[in-house]
């Protein structure tokens, strides 16, 4: 028999369309998954993080239904992967690719150990439909706007998914593993956790299913209904992409042949997927777009970067007395996603109307989104200020009173999330008030607030501040 394989788990938290897992499959001997908690991990948000524990105690369920384990260690994975290779007699470590920059460099080092110590060492696209090197102009450069990048991919061949490993052949004696509920990853949710846990659908099988009712019923009118905050008319596959629960290519594939059925809808949702890639190229290629202004021209903008300030904990505590704001905050809280309509109506808000760097907002998601995906966050946020890629024009401020009534005419958006304007509130409207901290002493009874700022008077502030700068 050969050797163990290891199979370094990461965002694949799936049996199916796992190239790694493939691999270590095909190459024969005991396959090994494991799992490292390094800094990159204990980095993370609150909501991310708590999300990351539950998909991973789903995923050790997953595997021991194919008789295997999900083994467990926290470290740096510079040393924790070499000493478990040492440990098991493994000939070979696995894994699918991570884009941004430090995990890049980590994997670097941990593959140039490996064959220095005589150990096989191969990752595996998985977490994208096109590698970021593979994708350019004809002067061989890369894409900076979204539209013709879309007409680059939208003809390219996919890999057709994997099938799941009918079984994982397991090692004489497996080694030993950390316990997942010693890692309290979920302790920064506090009372927050009980809150959001309804919302939340786990694992590899339920995001299978989240598709499959999402093509069935829905995806035929998404073009109109993903627009619709109160409509539920999106996949909601967010949360299950950001840790590879199903990957972007059964999303793909699934959306094709959608398509070939008449349903309309579906080239909107193979574009979602594409926008979603052109966000991880973009990262690949300019990682400055995580932490800096992507347009240079930008860093001379007098944003406000106090993150509490007055303006921005009301932004925060979805108490802006603009409805469709605090609405999209509330559920948030309460959900652990937002809209994405409500995202780029916060967003704008935030960077326009009250003139707060998008690094604040940035942050601020990182913490609260349990779907937080390192590219498409930092590439919404440039996108919504201005300063990123193929960015919403400065000029364009969203009016985010003339929205709420032209994307949520009933009002339906609203009522759900806010409380204090309603008699008999919304239980999710009342939920928010038991998953905020209560140093923040709100309360649903309490009045709703004036606006901090006008409409109006934002939109001036902020084309004023734009029309004085050189871009």
Known sequence: MADPTLVWIRRDLRLSDHAALDAAVKRGGPVIPVFVRDGLVDGLGAAPKWRYGLGLEQYADALADKGSRLILRAGDAREVIPALVRETGAGAVF???????????????????????????????????????????????????????????????????????????????????????????????????????????????????????????????????????????????????????????????????????????????????????????????????LTDNWREGWSAFPWNEDDRSTEVMAWMQGRTGIRFVDAAMREMYVTGRMHNRGRMIVASYLTKHLMCHWRIGQKWFEDCLIDWDPASNAMGWQWSAGSGPDATPYFRVFNPVSQLDKFDKGRGYVSRWLAEEYGSPHKDALAYFDAIPRSWSMDAKDSYPDPIVQPDEGRKRALDAYQNRTF
């Not at 140039?112 to 350019?136: Q, R, T, Y």
């Not at 080239?267 to 979602?272: A, G, I, P, Q, V």
Request: glycine letters at 6%.
């Open 95 to 289: 894994w699918q690719r991570a884009y941004d920059p430090e995990s890049v460099a980590r994997d670097k080092d941990v593959k140039a150990a490996l064959k220095d110590a005589g150990v096989v060492a191969d990752s595996f696209a998985g977490h994208l439909m096109f590698e970021p090197w593979s994708v350019e102009t004809k002067q061989g450069e890369f894409y900076k706007v979204y539209t013709p990048f879309w007409k680059s991919v939208r003809e390219r061949l996919v890999q057709a998914p994997l099938s799941a490993p009918s079984s994982l052949p397991a090692p004489d004696v497996w080694p030993k593993s950390e316990a997942l509920s010693d890692w309290k990853l979920g302790a920064a949710m506090n009372r927050g956790a009980a809150v959001v846990r309804p919302f939340v659908q786990l694992g590899e099988q339920a995001a299978q299913s989240r598709l499959g009712v999402f093509l069935a019923s829905k995806v035929a009118e998404y073009d109109r209904t993903r627009d619709l905050p109160g409509t539920d008319g999106t996949s909601n596959l967010s949360e299950n992409l950001a840790l590879g629960e199903i990957s972007p290519a059964q999303c793909w594939h699934a959306g094709q042949r959608a398509l070939q059925d008449g349903k309309a809808g579906a080239e909107t949702f193979l574009k979602e997927l594409v926008w979603r890639e052109f966000a991880y190229h973009l990262m690949w290629h300019t990682p400055r777009i």
